[in-house]
């Protein structure tokens, strides 16, 4: 209908949150934003890696594209990727890593001296930028806290050494994976699930033991007082059919009724240290409104070509 407004105003409920995962509902929205969220979190949120290496000496085992490798999928912390430069787009440097908008230098020296082995790793990377470095992967509850391992680059033996020097920069994840913040990202569809109470009660202790079985999660479970099947957990439903395929088996169709609710979604979202699980999802929402506002700019551009033909490509410059 011309003229109708279809604006909607979503809502989000944090459930969960910790420093690498939340847990929060999507509400009041369709799926097309949810996997706009989704896809936004994991592959154009900027970090900051690793992604020239100069190798100065080494006599490892690995190879210095190896060492290269590895040394890019070491997650720094991004706390400030979202206010840094791409290094292409700066203006202040030619890209060789000594700009302060662009790019964080890092340098590695490690030499084993003696008969055990030495393990170098993202500790050993020294960084000219205190808000950007390795993350620290030291379990809080950890049996050794006082042992920050990080995480191992190579392994050295007697008389092999390692110098190199590293240059981070700015990137997202579409670019490579390297960039991505995100562990993993998911949604469900909430699930609403009814119980036909009546039908229920037509069945005997044992199909009623028999139907909670049928589900491979922990949905539904019996009341030790009622004896009466109550639902537990509805977000353990995996959208599996097997207790509807279990009705139909024990000739009650219809027992239980399960439905998607296509406006409310369960978000889990799990970062890999980079930056923090909360700041991913508002770095995202901040994006994702960036790209809103560049579409809704172009189709005003659009209608100004319509209105005022070659007048208003020439007013653009074009």
Same mark, same amino acid.
């Given at each position: 209908?011309?003229?109708?407004?279809?604006?909607?105003?979503?809502?989000?409920?944090?459930?969960?949150?910790?420093?690498?995962?939340?847990?929060?509902?999507?509400?009041?929205?369709?799926?097309?934003?949810?996997?706009?969220?989704?896809?936004?979190?994991?592959?154009?949120?900027?970090?900051?890696?690793?992604?020239?290496?100069?190798?100065?000496?080494?006599?490892?085992?690995?190879?210095?594209?190896?060492?290269?490798?590895?040394?890019?999928?070491?997650?720094?912390?991004?706390?400030?990727?979202?206010?840094? +430069?791409?290094?292409?787009?700066?203006?202040?440097?030619?890209?060789?890593?000594?700009?302060?908008?662009?790019?964080?230098?890092?340098?590695?020296?490690?030499?084993?001296?003696?008969?055990?082995?030495?393990?170098?790793?993202?500790?050993?990377?020294?960084?000219?930028?205190?808000?950007?470095?390795?993350?620290?992967?030291?379990?809080?509850?950890?049996?050794?806290?006082?042992?920050?391992?990080?995480?191992?680059?190579?392994?050295?033996?007697?008389?092999?050494?390692? +110098?190199?020097?590293?240059? /981070? +920069?700015?990137?997202?994840?579409?670019?490579?994976?390297?960039?991505?913040?995100?562990?993993?990202?998911?949604?469900?569809? #909430?699930?609403?699930?009814?119980?036909?109470?009546?039908?229920?009660?037509?069945?005997?202790? #044992?199909?009623?033991?028999?139907?909670?079985?049928?589900?491979?999660?922990?949905?539904?479970?019996?009341?030790?007082?009622?004896?009466?099947?109550?639902?537990?957990?509805?977000?353990?439903?995996?959208?599996?059919?097997?207790?509807?395929?279990?009705?139909?088996?024990?000739?009650?169709?219809?027992?239980?009724?399960?439905? /998607?609710?296509?406006?409310?979604?369960?978000?889990?979202?799990?970062?890999?240290?980079?930056?923090?699980?909360?700041?991913?999802?508002?770095?995202?929402?901040?994006?994702?409104?960036?790209?809103?506002? /560049?579409?809704?700019?172009?189709?005003?551009?659009?209608?100004?070509?319509?209105?005022?033909?070659?007048?208003?490509?020439?007013?653009?410059?074009?």
């Amino acid at each position: 209908m011309e003229g109708a407004s279809y604006q909607r105003f979503p809502k989000i409920k944090i459930r969960e949150l910790k420093d690498d995962y939340a847990k929060f509902e999507l509400r009041d929205t369709d799926a097309s934003v949810a996997n706009a969220l989704r896809r936004v979190m994991i592959a154009e949120v900027p970090t900051i890696a690793i992604d020239l290496v100069e190798i100065e000496v080494n006599s490892s085992v690995l190879n210095d594209e190896f060492i290269a490798h590895r040394l890019g999928l070491i997650p720094l912390t991004s706390e400030r990727a979202m206010s840094m +430069r791409f290094s292409r787009d700066c203006d202040a440097c030619d890209g060789d890593g000594q700009c302060e908008f662009c790019s964080v230098e890092f340098h590695l020296r490690a030499k084993c001296m003696s008969d055990q082995t030495l393990d170098v790793t993202s500790n050993d990377l020294y960084s000219s930028d205190h808000t950007v470095v390795p993350v620290n992967f030291t379990d809080s509850a950890g049996y050794d806290s006082s042992e920050q391992r990080g995480v191992i680059i190579v392994k050295l033996r007697r008389g092999q050494e390692l +110098r190199l020097r590293a240059i /981070a +920069r700015k990137g997202i994840g579409k670019d490579h994976a390297k960039w991505s913040p995100a562990a993993t990202v998911t949604f469900m569809y #909430e699930p609403e699930i009814h119980i036909n109470e009546d039908m229920m009660d037509t069945l005997s202790l #044992e199909e009623k033991q028999s139907f909670v079985e049928s589900s491979p999660t922990r949905v539904f479970d019996i009341d030790p007082n009622t004896q009466q099947v109550v639902v537990v957990d509805p977000e353990a439903y995996t959208y599996d059919d097997e207790v509807l395929k279990k009705a139909e088996a024990m000739g009650k169709p219809g027992l239980v009724e399960i439905y /998607a609710k296509e406006d409310s979604f369960i978000f889990t979202v799990e970062s890999t240290g980079a930056i923090k699980a909360s700041q991913m999802v508002l770095n995202a929402i901040e994006i994702l409104k960036q790209k809103l506002d /560049a579409v809704r700019l172009s189709e005003d551009t659009v209608e100004a070509d319509d209105q005022f033909g070659e007048l208003g490509a020439h007013m653009r410059g074009g």
